[in-house]
């Protein structure tokens, strides 16, 4: 599976950005999608994640409420909806696809190449 992420760009505090990451390859259907982030001088953190269907998603307590995932099957995109952003939603983020390994536990092998955010305050 290859992915291209795209749609950061500089924002201010209290907006909203859409990020999609769009791929391809593999049958992107049978992957679980994620979004992480890495803040400057950080490791990268999990942000949300969508199974197959679109009909499960998880989310970081930090960012509940204010982003939303969402993935359309039919054009191999994920989405990431991010409202009433703050500064320290400031990070590169990374979408990645996955699948459940040996251990129960989900994967993620595929990684996009990252997309900036920033949020001025």
């Known amino acids: 599976v290859q992915l291209q992420a795209s749609g950061g760009g500089l924002v201010q505090a209290g907006g909203s950005l859409r990020l999609s990451c769009a791929a391809s390859?593999?049958?992107?259907?049978?992957?679980?999608m994620a979004w992480f982030r890495q803040a400057p001088g950080q490791e990268r953190v999990f942000v949300t994640q969508?199974?197959?269907?679109?009909?499960?998603?998880t989310y970081a307590d930090s960012v509940k409420g204010r982003f939303t995932i969402s993935r359309d099957n039919a054009k191999n995109t994920v989405y990431l909806q991010m409202n009433s952003l703050r500064p320290e939603d400031t990070a590169v983020y990374y979408c990645?696809?996955?699948?459940?390994?040996?251990?129960?536990?989900?994967?993620?092998?595929?990684w996009g190449q990252g997309t900036l955010v920033t949020v001025s305050s």
């Open positions: 990645a696809a996955g699948r459940v390994g040996g251990n129960g536990k989900i994967e993620y092998d595929y």
């Open positions: 390859g593999r049958t992107f259907s049978g992957y679980f």
């Open positions: 969508i199974n197959s269907s679109g009909g499960s998603t």
